[in-house]
């Protein structure tokens, strides 16, 4: 129960940092692609905030012997880089550019009542499912 609850307030705080950060529109993440055009920056802020509170984050976390909530870490061992998580990162990629929203803004933004996102959020399912079959 402890570690559900650790989650959703991690999530909880996930999804209020996109809203004061704008990050769950996407006119901005579109305006942030547009580099040749009207440049907004600030995603870049919030990327560089990201990785900074990571990298600190995940060094205090390491130093402990387990998570608070579990008995051992669980940290990926597949370390290649092959043609599916390229494959993989150019159509993430390719839809984050087209539709200016990732699975977490789209959630925030459905949350908040937009409509834009479910059909964003409706075929990043149906991708998933299709997954299955390839």
């Known amino acids: 129960m402890r570690g559900t609850a650790a989650a959703l307030s991690a999530g909880l705080v996930f999804g209020l940092g996109l809203v004061i950060s ?7 993440i579109i305006s942030f692609l547009d580099v040749a055009g009207a440049w907004d920056p600030s995603l870049l802020l919030v990327m560089v905030s990201a990785l900074a509170t990571t990298f600190v984050g995940y060094r205090l976390t390491m130093l402990r012997s ?3 909530f ?4 669980n940290l990926p061992v ?3 880089i092959d043609s599916k998580l390229i494959i993989g990162a ?4 390719i839809g984050w550019g087209l539709s200016g929203l990732c699975p977490g803004p789209a959630v925030t933004g459905a949350a908040l ?3 834009e996102p479910y ?7 149906a991708g998933m499912a299709a997954r299955r079959f390839i």
């Open 22 to 28: 704008g990050m769950f529109n996407p006119a901005k």
């Open 113 to 115: 009542g937009d409509i």
């Open 70 to 73: 579990e008995t051992q870490f």
């Open 66 to 68: 387990a998570p608070m």
């Open 119 to 125: 059909a964003f959020l409706a075929a990043m399912l």
């Open 90 to 93: 150019g159509l993430f990629g």
């Open 78 to 80: 597949a370390t290649a």
